[in-house]
């Protein structure tokens, strides 16, 4: 069975700094992977997917994810955060053979200080 | 595109009374649509799938007779919480997919907070 792991259950970086979230699966064969971000008290919201192709994909609201087969990671990046960008962030992987169905990370809180 | 809403967004109910929940995808047919509930600082638990036409597919240590899952359209699923209690409070999120397996992606619905007093 699948599995994903976020090692980080909170992190907190100064508005401006740069930000790496950390994945890391477990899956058998080539992972679908996604990142979705939510907002307190909110629904998911889907930064962006990783399917088959190039390994770095870009998403929205300036953020990026490399998937890295040898490392079985996805971290996800941002050069610079903004004070908005605060809220919890969820990776995820999707299981093709059972319906597209989800396993997610247990999540990482970011906090961003001015 | 890709909208999902849900209603309500929140509800608050007496102990022993239940509440439907009603997922619906705004501007794509859903074939498939899941059930999550998340506690308070936790990520999200798949409590079932469900497909259009057919019955849920639950997952284990999820009550069927007390979540009560309907998709009777393309559009539509309803989630009902039967008899519920205060540790059935908790915040429920649907997510549909369109299209069938392969590459379509989840598109989560805002959620629906339940209190059970």
């Known amino acids: 069975a699948q599995s994903v792991t976020q090692p980080d259950i909170h992190i907190t970086v100064s508005e401006g700094a740069s930000l790496e979230l950390r994945c890391n699966y477990s899956y058998g064969a080539t992972p679908y992977l996604f990142w979705y971000v939510q907002s307190p008290g909110q629904g998911l919201q889907l930064l962006l997917k990783y399917f088959s192709g190039d390994t770095l994909v870009q998403g929205i609201k300036g953020f990026e994810a490399e998937f890295k087969r040898s490392q079985s990671s996805f971290n996800l990046r941002k050069p610079s955060v903004h004070w908005s960008d605060a809220a919890e962030y969820f990776c995820?992987?999707?299981?093709?053979?059972?319906?597209?169905?989800?396993?997610f990370g247990g999540g990482t809180r970011l906090m961003v200080k001015p | 595109g890709a909208v999902v809403s849900q209603h309500p967004s929140w509800v608050i109910c007496k102990s022993g009374t239940s509440v439907k929940i009603e997922c619906r995808s705004l501007d794509f047919q859903a074939t498939t649509m899941f059930w999550y509930r998340q506690f308070p600082k936790q990520s999200l638990m798949l409590m079932a799938t469900s497909n259009e036409g057919s019955k849920a597919t639950y997952e284990q240590g999820v009550e069927k007779d007390k979540f009560l899952i309907n998709h009777a359209s393309l559009t539509l699923s309803t989630l009902t919480v039967t008899s519920a209690h205060p540790e059935d409070s908790s915040f429920y999120i649907c997510?549909?997919?369109?299209?069938?397996?392969?590459?379509?992606?989840?598109?989560f619905g805002p959620g629906t907070r339940l209190t059970v007093l």
């Open positions: 995820a992987v999707g299981e093709v053979n059972a319906g597209n169905m989800l396993t």
């Open positions: 997510s549909a997919v369109a299209g069938g397996l392969g590459t379509d992606t989840q598109y």
